[in-house]
Each structure stands twice: as C-alpha cells, then as structure tokens.
C-alpha cells in the first residue's frame, strides 16, 4: 500500500495514511495531528495514545471520526 490520502466529497483533504520504515501505517489528519497507527503484524489499530480501538485497519475511521 502507498501513502493514501482521504478527502470528503468537495475534495478537501482530511488526512493521510503513510506506511513508516517499521512496518506499520500511520494515520494524520489534515493539520499533521497523529491519529492512530495500525501494525500488519498484530492486525490492529492503536490511537495516539496507544490505546487498542480495534481489529483490522481503522485509520481512515480515525482520521474522519470528530
């Protein structure tokens, strides 16, 4: 997967998922703010904080959740 940008229907850019040098994805929202990271490895999402939000990747849930 390359980096991945996610905008709403106007095409205004709301964040991106990057793929990082460890492995894992990193999810910001538009301003750069962290939003979550997903590891391939343990199949799941973690927030900024570290805090397991889930199985499967739930990035872009992240990233467009308010």
């Given at each position: 997967?390359?980096?991945?940008?996610?905008?709403?229907?106007?095409?205004?850019?709301l964040?991106?998922?990057?793929?990082?040098?460890?492995?894992?994805?990193?999810?910001?929202?538009?301003?750069?703010?962290?939003?979550?990271?997903?590891?391939p490895?343990?199949?799941?999402?973690?927030?900024?904080?570290?805090?397991?939000?889930?199985?499967?990747?739930?990035?872009?849930?992240?990233?467009t959740?308010?």
């Open positions: 997967m390359n980096n991945q940008e996610l905008r709403d229907k106007v095409g205004r850019l964040g991106k998922i990057k793929h990082v040098s460890t492995g894992k994805f990193e999810g910001r929202d538009a301003a750069g703010q962290l939003k979550g990271t997903y590891g490895k343990t199949d799941q999402t973690r927030d900024a904080v570290g805090r397991v939000v889930g199985k499967g990747n739930l990035l872009a849930t992240l990233i959740s308010p």
